[in-house]
């Protein structure tokens, strides 16, 4: 798979309106629908490139969430909504929901090894999610004193 | 020189409090909130200490009075339209010297619009309802499932945000609620599978799943984690945990009763 062929898009397009059902169903309004969804298809885009070029799972996820978690930052105050809001909805394509239901599946089934290991995985996506929005709000929150510092 | 009554102050500070925690904010976004409104009512002086399930504020009068108040928190859930537009009012606001009858008339303003923000749901049930199917099925041709995948899917998603509503008027906690809600997503996903040929559960049943993942929950805990709201981010993780661990317990659980009635 190329980085930046149909394909892409077309995940890209998918995530899009997959996060664009998800703010309506939570009671958003308004042009900020259209950049929270645009928030999840970056994510979900960021992190099939970074794959493509580094091959590690958990480091695309640590760039993607980065990525998206520092456009809501720069996106979030012009639309007068909160940080947090956009965040939500970007990091939904990412929070392991497949490994979860894989690992289930596996402890169903008796097969203890491998169950371990999607477990494993599926724990350590979720830890590399939160250390990277735990790094760009404390980063933030440290510019933006500096900023009223100066 | 505060004109307005502490009372009616601390009514309102407790009132926006509420209704951004049950909506699913951040506990430091609702300290904020709430010293902003008290201070532009003229009590400068406020200390507040929220947990995601109470909210504790008092408020110091020129006199030296201090005037506490307590609020119980229950049944969160996500509702983010409610957050956005409430920040957007209370950041609008600003200190300002005014006369007794304008203070008087801005709070009477002030509470009459979170009213109808508390009351005021801007898209109409149905169309959240299938909103919830949609963001269901694109998941599902997000993990590679095919156009009848999809179309299954988002049945399952708006069947299961529909009957989500009625759930959560039984007021069950989140553990049970979001067992019973993966149970349907199972049970549903495996029905259709009799009648429906050539589809493959796994992704139908994440697309449904991915309803249900707290994302909500994460992003809160990290967040008041590092703004140093320890207690606050602790509850929130733990909250995280309780729901993965229904949404795996109900999906489970489910596979197995229909694995033993031998279809």
New interface residues.
């Given amino acids: 798979m190329q980085p930046f062929d149909t394909l892409t898009l077309m995940q890209f397009i998918w995530a899009f309106l997959a996060i664009l059902g998800f703010s309506i169903r939570s009671n958003l309004k308004g042009i900020r629908i259209i950049f929270t969804a645009l928030s999840g298809g970056l994510c979900w885009a960021f992190y099939l490139v970074t794959l493509y070029y580094s091959k590690s799972m958990l480091f695309s996820v640590f760039v993607a969430i980065i990525l998206v978690c520092i456009y809501s930052e720069i996106v979030a105050p012009h639309l007068k909504t909160p940080v947090s809001v956009f965040v939500t909805c970007a990091i939904i394509p990412l929070v392991p929901g497949r490994g979860l239901f894989n690992s289930m599946q596996l402890y169903i089934a008796g097969d203890n090894l491998n169950a371990s290991k999607t477990i494993l995985q599926t724990l350590l996506i979720a830890g590399t999610i939160s250390i990277a929005i735990a790094l760009v709000s404390s980063v933030t929150n440290l510019i933006n004193k500096l900023m009223n510092r100066f | 020189m505060p004109k307005v009554s502490s009372q009616q102050v601390l009514e309102l500070a407790l009132e926006i409090g509420r209704i951004i925690l049950q909506s699913g ?2 506990t430091n ?1 609702v300290e904020l909130m709430m010293k902003k409104v008290c201070n532009c009512f003229g009590y400068p002086e406020t200390e507040s200490y929220v947990t995601p399930t109470g909210i504790f504020i008092s408020i110091k009068d020129e006199n030296g009075n201090i005037f506490t108040s307590i609020k119980r928190i229950e049944n969160r859930r ?7 537009r409430i ?2 009012m209370v ?1 609008c606001m600003e200190v300002k010297p005014l006369s007794e009858q304008e203070l008087q008339q801005q709070l009477v303003n002030f509470t009459e619009e979170l009213k109808k923000i508390d009351n005021d ?3 109409s049930p149905w ?2 309802d299938l ?5 269901s099925g ?2 599902c ?3 590679g499932g095919s156009w009848m995948e999809f179309a299954v899917a988002f049945f399952i998603g708006t069947v299961v ?1 529909f009957s989500l509503k009625y759930l959560e008027r039984l007021a069950f906690n989140n553990f049970l609620l979001n067992a019973i809600a993966a149970a349907l997503i199972v049970l549903l996903a495996k029905t259709l599978d009799i009648f429906i040929p050539y589809i493959r559960l ?1 992704n139908i ?2 697309g449904g ?2 309803l249900l ?4 929950s ?6 008041d ?3 140093g709201d320890l207690v606050a981010g602790t509850a929130r993780a733990v909250e995280a945990l309780f729901i ?1 661990v229904g ?2 317990a109900g ?2 659980s489910m ?2 009763i229909w694995s033993m009635c031998g279809f």
């Avoid at chain 2, 993942?213 to 909500?216: E, I, Y």
């Fill in positions: 904010g951040t976004r996500i509702d983010l339209g409610k957050i956005t920040s957007k950041n749901n801007p898209w169309i959240r909103c919830g199917g949609a963001t694109f998941f041709l997000l993990f945000t796994d049943i994440i799943i991915m993942v707290p994302g909500l994460i992003t809160n805990a990290i967040r984690t590092m703004s993965t949404i795996v999906s489970a596979l197995k």
